[in-house]
């Protein structure tokens, strides 16, 4: 018997054609009967992609010292934050490398909601609850009863639109609103994870297939980890275990843009701070290949004929080739020229900028 947790929408999944694989903890759809390119091709060409992400944890912060408490224990600056208004943050050891990457969401100004990955939750939790000790704060874990589900594309707002009691238009990019559901309580956030316009929902477990059937029935395609992966990976965005870990900081991931450091003190900062005035030992930088080939995680990359690192997440773009995050010694982030060991061939690539394809995300 498989100890593999499952999504209230596993018997959709399976009745759709999904192929289930271990994920995170949980079986997980890779991709559905049509495949993993069609699926991405559906996304990037003005459909609404259905991505089950209950895999994701939920962690509630409430109480008098909520602010000073999300403060010192994540790295951007909270107290820039509004009401309805989402960022993008980390937690991060005191050696100043990555817990775990996150998103915060102000409900009010004693109560915020978190976004965590699905490997780290019992990691972030024990974690938060451990520093809580030291606030009035309280740290409550609401992943098992929550599901979680993002609509990624140009059609996301039609096809959510007539479920709701609330005006989408309103939900400007990075913000969120309390709604009714289905007559229960949710949220929907504009964030994304795609580079398109979208949403992610988050609602009890009890609507979760009922949502997910209605989301369909107007319009939206089931999308598998695979096609996600490749959406994101055109966006250039980190991926906790790829390119953020507990052995990177935000200096070599190009992360210090959620890394206040004038905010006062935070976990990590003085690690943070010192690596900064050292110098990282490498660096993370965007590379597309100048011949044909696919670029993989963990590939070989080399500059002037010697190692200097490895790719962390690759793929074959439909839009834009061979592409890959890879990071290497500081020397060759900017010059040098580079190639990509692909099955024992030195196959040449060129840095190049993020995204690597065109955002359409609504700002």
């Not at 018997?11 to 009967?33: I, S």
């Not at 996301?156 to 609103?177: N, V």
């Not at 050292?278 to 990359?301: F, N, S």
Request: proline share 4%; net charge negative.
């Amino acid at each position: 018997m498989s100890d593999l947790s499952k999504t209230p929408m596993f018997d959709e999944h399976v009745k759709l054609g999904g192929k289930m694989v271990p994920f995170a903890g949980f079986e997980m759809p890779v991709q559905y009967k049509n495949g993993a390119l069609k699926e991405y091709t559906f996304v990037r060409e003005g459909g609404a992609g259905i991505f089950d992400i209950t895999h994701m944890g939920q962690v509630r912060v409430s109480g008098a010292d909520s602010l000073a408490f999300l403060q010192y224990v994540t790295t951007n600056d909270v107290s820039k934050l509004v009401e309805g208004q989402v960022h993008y943050s980390a937690l991060l050891n005191d050696s100043g490398t990555f817990i775990d990457d996150i998103t915060t969401y102000k409900i009010s100004e004693s109560e915020y909601y978190l976004c965590i990955n699905a490997a780290n939750r019992h990691k972030d939790v024990a974690h938060l609850q451990q520093q809580a000790a030291a606030f009035d704060v309280q740290v409550n874990d609401e992943s098992d009863d929550t599901t979680l589900l993002a609509l990624q594309g140009a059609a996301a707002q039609t096809a959510l639109q007539p479920l709701l009691d609330a005006d989408l238009e309103s939900i400007g990019y990075y913000r969120f609103a309390q709604v009714t559901v289905a007559g229960r309580k949710g949220i929907i956030s504009r964030t994304g994870y795609t580079g398109e316009d979208g949403f992610e929902i988050y609602i009890p477990n009890a609507i979760a297939v009922d949502i997910w059937k209605q989301l369909l029935a107007n319009g939206a395609e089931p999308i598998g980890l695979a096609a996600r992966d490749m959406l994101r990976t055109e966006m250039g965005y980190a991926l906790y275990g790829h390119e953020i870990s507990d052995s990177v900081t935000p200096v070599e991931a190009k992360l210090m843009w959620i890394t206040k450091l004038d905010k006062g003190d935070f976990i990590g900062k003085t690690a943070v701070e010192t690596r900064r005035s050292e110098g990282p030992q490498l660096r993370l930088i965007a590379i597309k290949l100048t011949e044909r080939g696919i670029p993989r995680e963990h590939y070989k990359v080399y500059a002037d004929g010697a190692e200097t690192g490895e790719i962390t997440s690759g793929m074959f773009s439909p839009m834009a080739g061979g592409v890959a995050l890879a990071y290497v010694k500081p020397e060759h982030a900017v010059s040098g020229a580079l190639t990509v060991e692909i099955r024992g061939k030195a196959v040449p690539a060129e840095r190049t900028t993020l995204p690597f394809v065109r955002s359409n995300v609504r700002r």
